[in-house]
DNA sequence: GCCAACGTTGGC
DNA sequence: GCCAACGTTGGC
């Protein structure tokens, strides 16, 4: 089974509105990075576990586990010429971009801020927390994502 | 709002 | 294939 850590702007869709979402699930739409879109494409699996981390806010950090709902298929925007995502050099029997469902499972017990990300020693390769990586879906090691639900767990800071 | 980092585009 | 221009991301 395969970890990984998706980033979403709260002010667009946050942690809590995907717990609000029927069946606490979504489309997983609108990717438009090559990498990313390999990492959906080829590595998500039904069942994998997500971090989900919120960007471009006032306090940036993991604030939820959630799951992949779906096996990969063609993002269904990259075809609506109202969409936002349309794009125009994809078509049906090569879809250029891909999706996933993702389900929400448990908010973190707390959120672990970025600071503590790259704080933390046994992150240290985490790849959020790298210089200019702006990749919104990303693979974490099981250590890494152990770490970061047992942090949550832990009070800030602390031991 | 600023700015650094990065990906993509397009002229050549 | 190079590279400058441009747009976007995302922390601060």
Do not use: C
């Amino acid at each position: 089974m395969g970890q990984w850590l998706i980033k979403s702007e709260p002010g667009s869709f946050s942690f809590e509105n995907l717990l609000a979402a029927k069946e606490q699930t979504t489309v997983w739409d609108g990717v438009r990075n090559y990498q990313a879109r390999n990492f959906i494409r080829d590595g998500m699996k039904m069942g994998d576990k997500m971090l989900y981390y919120h960007s471009s806010t006032a306090q940036p950090g993991v604030v939820g586990v959630a799951e992949v709902a779906s096996e990969p298929y063609p993002d269904p925007t990259q075809f609506d010429p109202r969409s936002r995502y349309f794009d125009p050099k994809s078509t049906s029997e090569q879809p250029r971009w891909f999706a996933v469902d993702v389900r929400a499972l448990e908010p973190l017990p707390r959120p672990v801020s970025l600071a503590e990300l790259k704080e933390d020693s046994a992150l240290g390769g985490l790849k959020v927390t790298q210089r200019g990586n702006r990749l919104s879906v990303m693979p974490v090691s099981r250590a890494e994502f152990r770490r970061i639900v047992r942090l949550s767990e832990q009070e800030p800071g602390g031991a």
